[in-house]
C-alpha cells in the first residue's frame, strides 16, 4: 500500500512466528481434575496476541500469561461486533503426542470470515505455528483421559476506539485454551430438537455460513425457548419450504433409507445459510472415502450414497411416516456428534430411531472414525504434529 | 428470583441513581474546535459504569473518568456479541438550556434490544437521570455551534468469562459521549444509494428490528462494494418483491404523488426487518399532527397522506417513470434527515428530485421541525431537560 502521508509503498506485515516474545507466567495455576472440568470455564496459564494496525500490519507476536485485555469504550467491537472466532482441539495420544486436528480447515474459515466483516487476514500457517508453540507451553494443561482435549479459541476483534461504523484501523487477535472433557459424561445421550419456524439463524444474503460472533448471542433467547418447551436445541429453518439448516451451533446430518433401499447420508449444501463445519467436512470426507478404502461397518458402498443436497422437513416428516428415517445428527468440534432422538415441528414430534447406544450406526461410526484420528489410534494427515 | 444456594428469595437491584458513585477526572482534556471534530473520535472527561450480575442485579453506578475496560479475553462480548447500544444527543439551546431529544425512546428499546439477546434490563428513567448527571458533569464538552451536540451512546455488553453460549451472567452498561459537528459540513449534500440484492441487512424471523452490534459489522463490506460503483451508501431490500427497508444505518422515507394527486409520504412499516428509528417516529408523529395543528410548508392536509406500508422496487421504479417520485429520504440520529437524489437498481440509475437545495420540500420541512425541537427554538415536550 502507498502511505497517504509520504506517497511511499508500505508494506504491511504479516504475521510472523519467527518475532515471537515470550512472556513466561510467574504464577501458573493448577488444572482441575476432570470432574470438575466445564466447557469453557477455566484456561490455562498463557495466551497468544497479536496486535495489528492498518498502517503496520500485523506486529510482533506475544505469548504471555493469561490475563485481562484493555479495551477503550469506544472500541468498535463492542458496539459494532466486529469479532470472530474459531474452535479447535489439541489432543494428546496414549504414547503423548500432541496434534491439532485439521487446523488448516480452521485457518482458512477464519480468513474467509475476517474478509467478510473488513478484519485483517493473514498467514494461516504462521498462527498455526504459534498455536503450537502455545500449546507446548501449556501442554500440562491438555488432560489425558479419554475424550478429553484442550480446547483452543482463537478470536479476532476490531479495536479502533471511533465509533464510525466502517473497516475498523486497528485489531487485535488472540488465542486462548480451555482444557475439556467429554462432552458427554457417562455415554451418549441423544437430544431432542425444536424446529422453529419463529426465529432463522440465517437468511440468504446474510452471514450465516461465517463464523462471525454477530451469529450467536441472537441465537440465546430461541434456545431458551426451545428448552422452555422441552426441547434441548433449535432445528434452525429456512424459507416457506421449510429447508433443515443447521441444530443449535452444529452442523446436521440425516440419514434416509432412499426409495430403493439404500442408505443415504444427507446434508444440506453449503451456501449463505450453512457454515462450512470442520467436522462436518470430516464426516462428508471419510463416507465418500468408503467407496475406495472401505470404513468398517457402513452399508457397502454400492447401497451408500452420501448427499450435500436440500433437506425440507416435509421431507422428513414423510421419510418418518414410511420408517426411511435412520437417523439425525448433528457435527461440530465441541461434540464431535450429536445424535437427535426427537424433533418437535408444528406441534408435533418426529421420533428418530437411536437404539440401545443412544446414537444410529452411521453417527457411531463417524464419531469412531473422527475420534481415531484426533487421538492418533488411526493414522491421518488430518493430525497435525505439535509435539511427536 | 430464590438463591439456588440458600433457598432464600433475592431481590436483584434495579438500577439506583441514588447510590451514584462520583470520581471526577484530575485531568479534564481539552474540547476540540468545531472544524476538527469527526464523528465519536473523541470523548469528554467522564463515562458512566453500571456493572450488573444475575445474583445480584445492578450495581452501584458510578460516574468516572473516561479510560480503558479491563475485559477478559474470555468475555462473551468478544466471542458471541452479545452487545447493543443506543446513541442519542444532547443539545445546548441559544439560552444555555441543555435538553436530550426523546430519551424515553431510547430507554424503551435498549431495554427491548436487551431482552432479546438476553442481557439484563433495568429502568429507562433511572439511567436516563444517570445520563442527565452525566451530561452536567461534562457540560463544557458541548459545543454552542449550531447544528454541534454532545452524542451520548449508552451501550450494555456481556461480561461472563465462559465460552459457553448462553444467557450472560454479567454485564456491563457504560455511557461514553462524544461532541459532533453537523452531519453535513457547509449545506445539505444529497447521497446515492445501490438498492443491494446481493446482501441482506435483515430478514423475516431475524434481528433487524433490534439495535444489536450484531447488525453493524456485517454492513461494513456491503457499504464499501457500494462505494466501489459509486454510491455512498446501501439501500437494503428484502424478499422477492424486492421491498426497501433501510438506507445504511438510517430508516427511509420515500414521498410519491398519489393516484389522486395527493402527497404521500411513505416509510415501511415496523416489522421484523425495520429498526424502530426515534428519528422515524418523529417524523411519522410530525406529519400526523399536521392535520390537527398545521405544519407551514406541507401540503393541505387531505391532500397529504401517511403510510406505513410496504413499497418496492418495481413501486419505485414506476413512480420514477410516471414523474411521481417527488422525494427518497433516510432518518436517523446522526444524520436526522439525509436526501437522496440516485438509486442504482439492477444496472439502471433512478434519479430523484432534490432540487436547489439539495433536498426535496417534505424532507426540508422535517428537519427544520425536528431541529427546532432539538434546541429549544420549537417548544415541546419531546425535550428532556438536563438544565435549565
Chains 1, 2 share one sequence.
Not at 512472556?23 to 496476541?49: A, C, I, Q, R, Y
Not at 439404500?262 to 445459510?273: G, I, Q, S
Request: charged share 20%; with cysteine.
Amino acid at each position: 500500500m502507498t502511505d497517504p502521508l509520504t506517497g511511499k509503498t508500505v508494506t504491511l506485515h504479516d504475521i510472523d512466528p519467527s518475532l515471537v516474545k515470550i512472556t513466561p507466567n510467574p504464577n501458573p495455576g493448577t488444572p482441575l481434575p476432570s470432574e470438575k472440568l466445564s466447557f469453557g470455564k477455566t484456561f490455562t496459564d498463557h495466551m497468544l496476541v497479536i496486535p495489528w494496525t492498518s498502517t503496520e500490519g500485523w506486529a510482533a507476536p506475544e505469548i504471555k500469561p493469561y490475563g485481562p485485555l484493555s479495551l477503550e469504550p469506544s472500541s468498535v467491537v463492542l458496539h459494532y461486533a466486529n469479532a470472530l472466532f474459531e474452535g479447535l482441539k489439541a489432543y494428546r495420544s496414549a504414547s503423548g503426542r500432541i496434534t491439532l486436528f485439521r487446523p488448516d480447515m480452521n485457518m482458512r474459515r477464519m480468513n474467509r470470515t475476517a474478509e467478510r466483516i473488513a478484519l485483517p487476514t493473514f498467514d494461516g500457517q504462521a498462527l498455526t505455528e504459534l498455536i503450537a508453540s502455545l500449546v507446548r507451553m501449556d501442554e500440562r494443561w491438555i488432560p489425558s483421559e479419554p475424550g478429553h482435549s484442550l480446547y483452543i479459541r482463537p478470536t479476532l476483534i476490531g479495536t479502533q476506539n471511533a465509533l464510525g461504523v466502517g473497516p475498523s484501523t486497528s485489531a487485535l487477535l488472540f488465542v486462548i485454551c480451555s482444557p475439556v472433557g467429554p462432552y458427554y459424561k457417562g455415554g451418549f445421550k441423544p437430544i431432542a430438537l425444536l424446529a422453529t419456524t419463529k426465529h432463522v439463524r440465517a437468511a440468504p444474503g446474510g452471514i450465516g455460513s461465517y463464523k462471525l460472533a454477530a451469529n450467536y448471542a441472537p441465537g440465546i433467547i430461541p434456545q431458551l425457548e426451545a428448552a422452555m418447551e422441552g426441547y434441548a436445541q433449535n432445528l434452525w429453518l429456512q424459507g416457506k419450504e421449510h429447508f433443515l439448516t443447521e441444530v443449535g451451533t452444529m452442523n446436521l446430518f440425516v440419514v434416509l433409507r432412499g426409495e430403493d433401499g439404500a442408505t443415504e447420508l444427507v446434508t444440506p449444501p453449503l451456501d449463505d445459510v450453512i457454515l462450512p463445519g470442520v467436522t462436518r467436512d470430516s464426516v462428508l470426507a471419510l463416507a465418500r472415502s468408503h467407496a475406495s478404502t472401505p470404513i468398517t461397518g457402513l452399508p457397502p458402498s454400492k447401497d451408500f450414497r452420501v448427499l450435500e443436497r436440500p433437506i425440507s422437513m416435509p421431507e422428513l416428516v414423510r421419510a418418518s411416516k414410511e420408517s426411511r428415517l435412520l437417523e439425525v445428527f448433528g457435527a461440530g468440534t465441541a461434540a464431535i456428534v450429536c445424535p437427535v432422538d426427537r424433533i418437535g415441528y408444528l406441534g408435533e414430534d418426529i421420533h428418530v430411531p437411536v437404539g440401545e447406544k443412544g446414537m444410529g450406526p452411521i453417527c457411531e461410526i463417524m464419531h469412531r472414525e473422527i475420534v481415531g484420528r484426533q487421538t492418533g489410534v488411526i493414522p491421518s494427515d488430518w493430525a497435525y504434529v505439535v509435539k511427536e
